[in-house]
Protein backbone atom coordinates (compact mmCIF):
# COMPACT_ATOMS: atom_id res chain seq x y z
CA UNK A 1 0.00 0.00 0.00
CA UNK A 2 2.90 2.32 0.79
CA UNK A 3 4.43 1.73 -2.48
CA UNK A 4 1.28 1.92 -4.54
CA UNK A 5 0.99 5.68 -2.35
CA UNK A 6 4.33 6.55 -3.37
CA UNK A 7 3.79 5.86 -6.86
CA UNK A 8 0.89 7.73 -7.44
CA UNK A 9 2.71 10.66 -6.03
CA UNK A 10 5.33 10.52 -8.37
CA UNK A 11 2.79 10.67 -11.29
CA UNK A 12 1.14 13.16 -9.84
CA UNK A 13 4.56 14.81 -9.38
CA UNK A 14 5.23 14.36 -12.67
CA UNK A 15 1.90 15.42 -14.33
CA UNK A 16 2.18 18.90 -12.53
CA UNK A 17 5.63 18.82 -13.48
CA UNK A 18 4.80 18.98 -16.79
CA UNK A 19 1.85 21.00 -16.94
CA UNK A 20 4.21 23.51 -15.90
CA UNK A 21 6.17 23.05 -18.12
CA UNK A 22 3.53 23.21 -20.93
CA UNK A 23 2.43 26.53 -19.02
CA UNK A 24 6.03 28.44 -18.75
CA UNK A 25 6.75 28.01 -22.54
CA UNK A 26 3.22 28.99 -23.63
CA UNK A 27 3.30 31.81 -21.57
CA UNK A 28 7.14 32.96 -23.16
CA UNK A 29 5.61 32.16 -26.51
CA UNK A 30 2.86 35.12 -25.84
CA UNK A 31 5.31 37.29 -24.28
CA UNK A 32 7.88 37.05 -27.28
CA UNK A 33 5.04 37.57 -29.76
CA UNK A 34 5.01 41.34 -28.88
CA UNK A 35 8.17 41.98 -29.48
CA UNK A 36 9.04 42.50 -33.35
CA UNK A 37 12.24 41.66 -34.91
CA UNK A 38 11.44 41.47 -39.07
CA UNK A 39 9.21 42.86 -41.05
CA UNK A 40 6.74 39.72 -43.35
CA UNK A 41 7.05 40.70 -47.36
CA UNK A 42 3.87 40.10 -48.89
CA UNK A 43 1.63 40.61 -46.27
CA UNK A 44 0.65 43.90 -43.46
CA UNK A 45 2.45 41.67 -40.96
CA UNK A 46 5.69 41.12 -38.76
CA UNK A 47 7.53 38.51 -37.32
CA UNK A 48 8.22 38.54 -33.85
CA UNK A 49 10.61 37.05 -31.27
CA UNK A 50 8.58 34.51 -30.28
CA UNK A 51 10.64 32.33 -33.08
CA UNK A 52 13.75 31.94 -30.66
CA UNK A 53 11.24 29.51 -28.27
CA UNK A 54 9.84 27.26 -30.71
CA UNK A 55 13.30 25.83 -31.01
CA UNK A 56 13.86 25.74 -27.16
CA UNK A 57 10.16 24.22 -26.74
CA UNK A 58 11.80 21.32 -29.48
CA UNK A 59 14.44 20.63 -27.38
CA UNK A 60 13.84 21.05 -23.65
CA UNK A 61 9.85 19.49 -23.85
CA UNK A 62 9.07 16.17 -24.65
CA UNK A 63 7.33 16.28 -28.39
CA UNK A 64 3.78 16.04 -26.66
CA UNK A 65 4.63 18.71 -24.38
CA UNK A 66 6.06 20.83 -27.34
CA UNK A 67 2.76 19.97 -28.81
CA UNK A 68 0.93 21.43 -26.51
CA UNK A 69 2.66 24.30 -25.52
CA UNK A 70 3.17 25.76 -29.17
CA UNK A 71 -0.62 25.20 -29.40
CA UNK A 72 -1.67 26.67 -26.35
CA UNK A 73 1.02 29.67 -27.36
CA UNK A 74 -0.01 29.88 -30.27
CA UNK A 75 -3.41 29.86 -30.20
CA UNK A 76 -3.35 32.70 -27.14
CA UNK A 77 -0.60 34.68 -29.15
CA UNK A 78 -2.80 34.58 -32.18
CA UNK A 79 -5.95 36.53 -30.20
CA UNK A 80 -3.39 38.69 -28.12
CA UNK A 81 -1.14 39.67 -31.51
CA UNK A 82 -3.40 39.47 -34.71
CA UNK A 83 -0.63 42.27 -36.18
CA UNK A 84 1.66 38.95 -36.91
CA UNK A 85 -1.04 36.79 -38.22
CA UNK A 86 0.06 37.01 -41.36
CA UNK A 87 -1.75 33.39 -42.40
CA UNK A 88 -4.96 34.40 -40.16
CA UNK A 89 -5.83 31.45 -37.93
CA UNK A 90 -3.05 28.90 -39.86
CA UNK A 91 -0.56 31.06 -38.53
CA UNK A 92 -1.00 28.67 -35.36
CA UNK A 93 0.60 26.55 -37.16
CA UNK A 94 4.13 27.56 -37.41
CA UNK A 95 5.20 27.03 -33.74
CA UNK A 96 3.18 23.81 -33.66
CA UNK A 97 5.30 22.95 -36.81
CA UNK A 98 8.62 24.22 -35.61
CA UNK A 99 8.24 22.61 -31.77
CA UNK A 100 6.54 19.16 -32.86
CA UNK A 101 8.73 17.97 -35.51
CA UNK A 102 12.09 19.56 -33.79
CA UNK A 103 11.29 17.59 -30.81
CA UNK A 104 10.89 14.73 -32.47
CA UNK A 105 14.18 14.92 -34.60
CA UNK A 106 16.30 15.43 -31.20
CA UNK A 107 14.52 12.81 -29.02
CA UNK A 108 13.15 10.18 -31.51
CA UNK A 109 16.17 9.80 -33.12
CA UNK A 110 15.52 7.39 -35.95
CA UNK A 111 11.98 8.29 -36.37
CA UNK A 112 11.73 11.61 -35.89
CA UNK A 113 14.69 11.89 -38.26
CA UNK A 114 12.79 10.45 -40.75
CA UNK A 115 9.39 12.57 -40.02
CA UNK A 116 10.89 16.05 -40.09
CA UNK A 117 12.94 15.25 -43.41
CA UNK A 118 10.20 13.76 -44.43
CA UNK A 119 7.83 17.09 -43.89
CA UNK A 120 10.86 19.57 -44.75
CA UNK A 121 10.90 17.78 -48.45
CA UNK A 122 7.11 18.29 -48.96
CA UNK A 123 7.50 21.48 -47.88
CA UNK A 124 10.45 22.21 -50.66
CA UNK A 125 8.47 20.21 -52.97
CA UNK A 126 5.73 22.48 -52.27
CA UNK A 127 7.35 25.42 -53.18
CA UNK A 128 9.16 24.05 -56.24
CA UNK A 129 6.03 23.33 -58.12
CA UNK A 130 4.91 26.75 -58.53
CA UNK A 131 8.09 28.78 -57.73
CA UNK A 132 10.98 27.15 -59.69
CA UNK A 133 12.10 29.68 -61.27
CA UNK A 134 13.80 30.80 -58.22
CA UNK A 135 14.95 27.37 -56.34
CA UNK A 136 17.59 28.63 -54.31
CA UNK A 137 15.41 29.76 -51.39
CA UNK A 138 15.46 26.23 -50.09
CA UNK A 139 18.67 25.66 -49.97
CA UNK A 140 18.50 26.12 -46.21
CA UNK A 141 15.40 23.93 -46.10
CA UNK A 142 17.86 21.55 -48.10
CA UNK A 143 20.47 22.04 -45.44
CA UNK A 144 18.19 21.15 -42.39
CA UNK A 145 16.94 17.86 -44.14
CA UNK A 146 20.79 16.78 -44.33
CA UNK A 147 21.15 17.81 -40.20
CA UNK A 148 17.86 15.71 -39.39
CA UNK A 149 19.31 12.84 -41.35
CA UNK A 150 22.46 13.01 -39.43
CA UNK A 151 20.78 11.61 -36.30
CA UNK A 152 20.23 8.39 -37.65
CA UNK A 153 24.06 8.04 -37.80
CA UNK A 154 25.75 6.44 -34.94
CA UNK A 155 28.50 8.89 -34.41
CA UNK A 156 28.99 11.40 -31.51
CA UNK A 157 28.08 14.53 -31.56
CA UNK A 158 29.75 16.81 -29.25
CA UNK A 159 26.56 18.63 -27.06
CA UNK A 160 26.87 21.94 -28.12
CA UNK A 161 27.21 21.06 -32.00
CA UNK A 162 24.13 18.85 -31.68
CA UNK A 163 22.44 21.38 -29.88
CA UNK A 164 22.55 23.85 -32.68
CA UNK A 165 22.04 21.61 -35.40
CA UNK A 166 18.72 20.94 -33.60
CA UNK A 167 17.52 23.92 -33.17
CA UNK A 168 18.52 24.95 -36.91
CA UNK A 169 16.54 22.04 -37.83
CA UNK A 170 13.36 23.08 -35.57
CA UNK A 171 13.58 27.01 -36.86
CA UNK A 172 13.54 25.48 -40.75
CA UNK A 173 10.53 22.97 -39.93
CA UNK A 174 8.80 26.29 -38.70
CA UNK A 175 9.77 27.97 -41.68
CA UNK A 176 9.20 25.28 -43.90
CA UNK A 177 5.48 25.23 -43.22
CA UNK A 178 5.37 29.45 -43.46
CA UNK A 179 6.92 29.00 -46.88
CA UNK A 180 3.67 25.94 -48.01
CA UNK A 181 1.59 29.28 -46.68
CA UNK A 182 3.08 31.93 -48.22
CA UNK A 183 3.20 30.03 -51.79
CA UNK A 184 -0.43 27.77 -51.23
CA UNK A 185 -2.49 30.13 -49.32
CA UNK A 186 -1.40 33.98 -49.90
CA UNK A 187 -0.20 32.73 -53.29
CA UNK A 188 3.08 34.91 -52.89
CA UNK A 189 4.75 34.91 -56.79
CA UNK A 190 8.58 33.83 -57.00
CA UNK A 191 9.71 37.17 -58.21
CA UNK A 192 9.25 38.50 -54.39
CA UNK A 193 11.31 35.41 -53.05
CA UNK A 194 14.31 36.62 -54.02
CA UNK A 195 13.57 40.11 -51.53
CA UNK A 196 12.28 37.39 -48.85
CA UNK A 197 15.74 35.22 -48.85
CA UNK A 198 17.97 37.47 -47.01
CA UNK A 199 14.95 38.14 -44.35
CA UNK A 200 14.65 34.32 -43.78
CA UNK A 201 18.18 33.82 -43.35
CA UNK A 202 18.43 36.58 -40.95
CA UNK A 203 15.35 35.30 -39.48
CA UNK A 204 16.52 31.77 -38.96
CA UNK A 205 20.28 32.92 -37.84
CA UNK A 206 18.41 35.09 -34.49
CA UNK A 207 16.28 32.04 -33.75
CA UNK A 208 18.76 29.17 -33.86
CA UNK A 209 21.30 31.27 -32.10
CA UNK A 210 18.91 32.76 -29.95
CA UNK A 211 17.42 29.26 -28.86
CA UNK A 212 20.72 28.28 -28.58
CA UNK A 213 21.68 30.77 -25.93
CA UNK A 214 18.78 30.22 -23.87
CA UNK A 215 18.93 26.62 -24.36
CA UNK A 216 22.68 26.58 -22.74
CA UNK A 217 21.65 28.29 -19.84
CA UNK A 218 18.43 26.83 -18.51
CA UNK A 219 20.40 23.50 -18.89
CA UNK A 220 22.68 24.51 -16.80
CA UNK A 221 20.73 26.49 -14.33
CA UNK A 222 17.90 23.98 -14.31
CA UNK A 223 18.79 20.54 -15.19
CA UNK A 224 16.81 18.42 -12.98
CA UNK A 225 13.43 21.04 -14.18
CA UNK A 226 13.65 18.97 -18.20
CA UNK A 227 15.57 15.85 -16.76
CA UNK A 228 12.69 13.51 -18.14
CA UNK A 229 12.63 15.31 -21.35
CA UNK A 230 16.40 14.57 -21.73
CA UNK A 231 16.25 10.66 -21.20
Not at 20 to 47: D, K
Not at 150 to 179: C, H
Amino acid sequence: MKKLKEVERDVARGNALRASRIGIFAALYLVTSLVPISVFIGAPSFLALNLIITPVMAILLTPLEAFFASLFGGIISFYATPMQAMFGPYTILLPVTGATFGSLAFHKRKLGALTVSIFLVVAISAYLIKNYPFPYFVFPHALAVSLALMNTLKRMTPFTAKIIMYTYVSTMAEQGMMMILAVHLLGLPWQIFPAILPLMVYERIVGTIGSSLIIFALAKTMPKYFIEAWV
